[in-house]
């Protein structure tokens, strides 16, 4: 006796009889399922639009770097020339060295690489402690501190330039290093964002399950909340490091031309009278490509991080 031919009763039938329940028919609570929400089950493909219209934004995001690789590609005279040259031009090779030397970029990045490293793992790591404390620890004062946090991101950066330099060169770390990763060493919005995410992501009952075997807050936050929150304090590690990468105000005011950043390195490029636009755009060039290698070894866990904690249920 074959399964087809075993008799099956239905949700309609009625006591004592009994119907064949066709092949490929969902199971009954797959039929509930499917009754309040018709869409389940079903796979969505992208139509031929979908893909148009993402084609196009693609095109607007790459335009700039690949106008920036154009222009440092070509000499001066053309880049200037209208229309403006939209093909590569022999001069790459010889645009990059040229602005690699002039601008000294080879201690400007490990600057940069310095900075952005540990200013992008101390913002992760407080604030993922402080999330976790805001989320899920009860103790006095914690929505008055977390508005008080909140409340920082209001102020803008610039009033507190003049108390910052001037701590700064108290402590002896005018145009050193330390002046730069100090002072955001943790961020409001980092904190803001972990506690949300950790809000949602951490149940309540995994707390308290760890405390009833007797481990403590720090035990905690290693075992328990540092594995559920790998996705966004990937996606935090990202956005700092770009952030604080691209920074220019701040350590061009505390830094000087013999230990800067890229950002501040490549100020001298156009130092000149008549400023070199290939030579501007090939050093433009080399400090983006430190960027591109980070998305393309971490793009995956970025995404992944960024779609896990938008996909809720």
């Keep these: 006796m074959t399964t087809d031919s075993i008799p099956v009763r239905t ?13 490929g028919t969902p199971s009954g609570a797959r039929r509930r399922r499917l009754f309040r929400n018709p869409g389940a089950g079903r796979q969505h493909h992208a139509g031929p639009v979908a893909y148009i219209l993402l084609g196009i934004a693609a095109l ?34 010889e645009n990059l060295g040229k602005a690699w030397q002039d601008a000294a970029l080879g201690k ?8 952005a490293g540990l ?21 006095k004062g914690r929505n008055i501190l977390l508005m008080l946090v ?12 003049v108390p910052l330099f001037m701590m700064m060169t108290e402590l002896g770390w005018g145009q050193k290093l330390p002046a730069v990763i100090f002072p955001t060493l943790v961020s409001a919005v980092g904190v ?7 809000t949602e992501a951490l149940p309540d009952e995994l707390v308290e399950a760890g405390r009833v075997d007797g481990a403590h807050s720090l035990r905690i936050f290693w075992s328990i909340v540092l594995p559920i929150a790998r996705p966004p304090m990937a996606v935090l590690f990202m956005i700092t490091f770009v952030h604080a990468w691209n920074d220019f105000f701040w350590p061009f005011i505390v830094l000087d031309m013999t230990n800067p950043t890229v950002p501040v390195a490549l100020t001298q490029l156009s130092a000149g009278y008549v400023r ?7 050093g433009a060039l080399l400090g983006t490509l430190p960027l591109l290698a980070l998305f393309i070894v971490f793009g995956r866990q970025i995404v992944g991080g960024i779609m896990q904690g938008a996909v809720k249920g």
Excluded: C, E
């Design 150 to 161: 909140i409340g920082t991101m209001m102020v803008p950066p610039q009033l507190g330039v």
């Design 11 to 23: 949700a309609d039938a009625r006591p004592g009889t009994t119907d064949k329940a066709p092949k």
């Design 60 to 93: 607007f995001s790459l335009f700039p770097l690949y106008w920036t690789m154009v222009a440092a590609s070509t000499d001066n005279t053309r880049v200037t020339q209208t229309p403006p040259p939209f093909l590569p031009g022999p001069h790459l090779l």
């Design 192 to 198: 803001f964002f972990m506690r949300q995410y950790l």
């Design 276 to 282: 070199d636009q290939s030579l501007i755009m090939a």
């Design 119 to 139: 200013i992008a793992l101390s913002t992760v790591l407080f604030a993922t402690l402080a999330g976790f404390a805001f989320a899920k620890l009860r103790f």
């Design 108 to 115: 400007a990045m490990l600057n940069s690489l310095i900075v």
